[in-house]
């Protein structure tokens, strides 16, 4: 069912991963897709060119969403092509584990500009330019719920998008929902590189599947959330974790 026809998505940090799957759901449930990207611009146009061959719509932008004259840009396309933006998903974002003290102020500085000034920026943007009635969908992470060594500065970020989210769900109006999500573990480039196989089984082990998640898995709720069907859960940040915490 095309549970998103006629909507127009913005997807920040889609050329990989997870955003590039997302992306892709977006585009089969009826969605007309926005793939932004900083720097992979073969993967991205590689998503655009799987969803126009699916009989999709979708166009790639470049933009570093940590500048803020780039994410301005990056709206104003949007809607010079398909004319509005419904659905802004905030996937775009990195991880440095490291401890505490072994943290470089460059470690520091980067992680907080693209994980949350980007989110800052897009979340200011959308504030006049998302459509009324419209969905944002931020990303969090589980991590947050647990206490990991090598992950504070991570779990920082991401704690500060969770609170934007918050207080930006009651500031936007027009009949927008707000929400985050909180993906556990997933089998994806960033989430895998240096990481062994033992390591990883340790991690599935803390769910009761036994395994890590999917790309899928976490794009079906994003989907979701970007649906009608979705308008009344506001303000939220949903665990998508296989009950890992």
């Known amino acids: 069912m095309k549970t998103l026809h006629n909507k127009v998505v913005l997807i920040t940090g889609a050329s990989k991963g997870i955003g590039a799957v997302v992306a892709k759901r977006m585009a089969e449930a009826g969605a007309k897709v926005i793939v932004n990207y900083s720097g992979s611009k073969q993967a991205a146009d590689e998503v655009v060119q799987h969803i126009i061959s699916a009989g999709g719509e979708a166009i790639t932008v470049q933009a570093d969403v940590s500048k803020t004259p780039e994410v301005k840009k990056l709206f104003d396309t949007a809607i010079t092509h398909f004319g509005k933006i419904?659905?802004?998903?905030?996937?775009?974002?990195?991880?440095?584990?490291?401890?505490?003290?072994?943290?470089?102020?460059?470690?520091?500085?980067?992680?907080?500009?693209?994980?949350?000034?980007?989110?800052?920026?897009?979340?200011?943007?959308?504030?006049?330019?998302?459509?009324?009635?419209?969905?944002?969908?931020?990303?969090?992470?589980?991590?947050?719920?647990?206490?990991?060594?090598?992950?504070?500065?991570?779990?920082?970020?991401?704690?500060?998008?969770?609170?934007?989210?918050r207080v930006f769900s009651k500031e936007i109006g027009r009949g927008i929902n707000v929400n985050t999500v909180?993906?556990?573990?997933?089998?994806?480039?960033?989430?895998?590189?240096?990481?062994?196989?033992?390591?990883v089984d340790r991690l599935a082990s803390l769910n009761p599947f036994n395994r890590i998640g999917?790309?899928?898995?976490?794009?079906?709720?994003?989907?979701?959330?970007?649906?009608?069907?979705?308008?009344?859960?506001?303000?939220?940040?949903?665990?998508?974790?296989?009950?890992?915490?």
Request: aromatic letters at 6%; glycine letters at 8%.
């Open 86 to 165: 419904d659905v802004l998903v905030n996937n775009a974002g990195i991880m440095i584990t490291k401890p505490i003290k072994e943290t470089s102020d460059e470690d520091f500085d980067r992680q907080f500009d693209i994980n949350v000034k980007g989110v800052f920026n897009t979340l200011r943007e959308a504030a006049d330019k998302l459509a009324e009635n419209g969905s944002i969908i931020n990303f969090s992470t589980s991590v947050n719920r647990l206490m990991l060594p090598g992950y504070g500065t991570y779990v920082a970020t991401k704690s500060a998008v969770e609170q934007l989210t």
């Open 182 to 199: 909180s993906p556990g573990p997933v089998n994806t480039e960033l989430f895998m590189n240096g990481k062994s196989k033992e390591l």
């Open 214 to 245: 999917e790309p899928d898995d976490i794009a079906s709720v994003i989907v979701f959330l970007a649906s009608d069907s979705a308008k009344w859960i506001n303000a939220q940040n949903i665990g998508i974790n296989g009950g890992m915490a």
